[in-house]
């Protein structure tokens, strides 16, 4: 009876695994669901000329870890760097009157007077899924980033960010792109907050 029942049990496991992997799928980067909300910010409109130089150290995009069994089977892709550059875009443009953006590949990023260095290491982003009822799942995404910023004068400001969002519980895990789109969507808007408040803070006393 035992052997039984323990045979029962790990068949109804192996089930159970295979009913919350189900068939492989990816799913493509969603789009933020969260709009930037750099138009909040006060034009500063400080003069000089300036450049906004973009590095980034690593690959900006990739397949979401995912943690458990659930929906282990799928992947889940992200992409940052589009949603970033324009959020640098719009942040720079609020702070100053004349300022080139654009994305610098060399190892060494250009140093000087007027030039902003924004430097991001690769993003970490995590998915963890689980059941609520037996057709029903939940998901939450965990974003973690990390950025250099180098402002016209030269201070070095470090930004470290982790959002996490989730999903209300829906059929299977349908709910985990949004997930991720929403903590992608909110380290986005964190970072701008914080580039904004980094360069809009020090003093600009040397003409460019």
Known sequence: MNKVSGLFRATFFILAVLVASGCATTYEAATIDQSLKTVEYEELNRTGNHKALIKYNGQMSGDALVLGIYGSSHTY????SPYLEESIEQVVNKVYQSVEVRVV???EVPAGVGIIR??????NVRLNCFAVSQIKGSCASVTRMNVTVTTPVGEVQKIQIEEERSTEPGLSYQGA???ISASVGASVNNFSEQLYTILSS???DIVF
Not at 77 to 80: A, E, N, P, Q, R
Not at 118 to 123: C, L, R, S, V
């Open 77 to 80: 892709k992200y992409d940052f």
């Open 105 to 107: 590949d060399s190892q």
């Open 118 to 123: 924004i430097e991001f290491e690769p993003p």
């Open 177 to 179: 792109p949004n997930a």
């Open 202 to 204: 020090y003093q600009n």
